[in-house]
């Protein structure tokens, strides 16, 4: 990416970028910030755009700098429904507005896209339309800030819900704006009011949303079954960012990993949200996830709860692209130990085997 002067709108929007190529989103904010101490695991509220702006900025300017497209406001859990549990309806609108923000100044400053994000409510429900009623003003408040700040296109995301996911279509088509709509595979694939998520997304697709597809909860491995299913089913782009963890069939979602090991020290003996790290994905399995990702068909590409810049500059660099970080992708060629260079120590070379 390029600077550009701040105040320079995006010129090409995110359905011309994705006519031209794929389109990488970094999302994982929640579990980057908590990892760093300025957001708390539970509630997942993201106080954080208002208590430590800056550091929501420097992740901005990381996920850039590593090669995303776009610049995803932090309003994740940032929800009236959110708000209301742990009593502090009151910094909704300054929260986010806040990180509209943020996110538009690191935006322009690159000429990245600049998304607005909604997300599952927690309060939905088939049976009850007063629910369906509360789901729509929630999006409706949060879409509405996103349109005032300048929002080139809103993500949806993480629903399990295929209810809710049409109405959170239904909200951003009355904005005007491109719509991205992900659902979230749980450890039943299935949406939790029936339909396989292929089945949804063409349902989606078919009433208009611009591009349909999954995040979150399962890893690469359990992810992909599931997205070529989507991207047999619909005509749309195709969106595909799960979380790097290694998930497998017997235990399809992060929610879902066990700890044989460190179980006896986990909070509620389980490894989610605070304890993945022993099955954290490397940067070369996202390189073969977006590869395969790519081969199915998805176009928009990203990962979600527990990425690292260095998982999007993966991502980049399997789609062939050399972001800024690639300057300091590795080179083992000057090691002491591992290298390959003419004129280091052959005995530090030797003695490889003893380390």
């Given at each position: ?8 709108p ?7 970028r ?7 989103c ?9 990892r ?18 800056e ?101 949806a995301?993480?629903?399990?819900w ?59 491995e ?63 399995e ?55 260079d ?14």
């Amino acid at each position: 990416m390029t600077d550009a002067p701040a105040d320079l709108p995006t010129t090409v929007g995110l359905l011309d970028r994705l006519a031209a190529g794929p389109v990488i989103c970094a999302e994982g904010y929640l579990f980057e910030l908590e990892r760093r101490g300025y957001l708390q695991a539970g509630a997942f509220v993201p106080k954080v755009v208002l208590d430590h702006p800056e550091q929501v900025s420097a992740l901005h300017e990381e996920f850039v700098h590593a090669g995303s497209d776009v610049v995803e406001a932090f309003t994740y859990y940032a929800h009236r429904e959110k708000l209301r549990l742990i009593g502090a309806e009151d910094l909704l609108e300054p929260m986010n507005r806040q990180a509209l923000e943020l996110a538009k100044a690191v935006a322009r400053k690159h000429g990245a896209l600049l998304a607005g994000n909604v997300c599952n409510t927690n309060v939905y429900d088939p049976a009850d339309p007063a629910s369906h009623d509360q789901v729509r003003s929630i999006f409706t408040e949060q879409i509405g800030w996103a349109v005032e700040a300048g929002a080139d296109f809103i993500i949806a995301e993480t629903i399990s819900w295929a209810g809710e996911a049409q109405i959170a279509l239904e909200v951003i088509k009355e904005a005007g704006l491109p719509s991205v709509i992900m659902l979230v595979p749980h450890k039943d694939p299935d949406m939790r009011d029936g339909g396989t998520v292929a089945e949804v997304c063409r349902a989606l697709a078919d009433n208009g949303a611009d591009v349909v597809g999954l995040n979150c909860a399962r890893g690469p491995e359990t992810m992909l079954p599931l997205l070529a299913e989507v991207t047999a089913a619909v005509d749309v782009p195709v969106a595909a960012l799960p979380v790097p963890y290694r998930t497998t069939r017997d235990e399809p979602t992060m929610q879902s990993l066990r700890d044989p090991i460190g179980e006896k020290l986990l909070p509620g003996g389980i490894p989610f949200p605070t304890a993945l790290d022993p099955f954290t994905c490397n940067r070369y399995e996202i390189e073969d996830f977006t590869r395969k990702a790519t081969d199915l068909g998805a176009s928009y590409l990203g990962i979600c709860c527990g990425a690292g810049p260095h998982h999007i500059r993966a991502v980049a660099e399997a789609l062939g692209r050399t972001p800024p970080a690639s300057a300091y992708s590795p080179d083992m060629s000057k090691h002491a130990y591992f290298g390959t260079d003419s004129t280091l120590k052959s005995g530090n070379q030797a003695f490889t085997g003893r380390l």
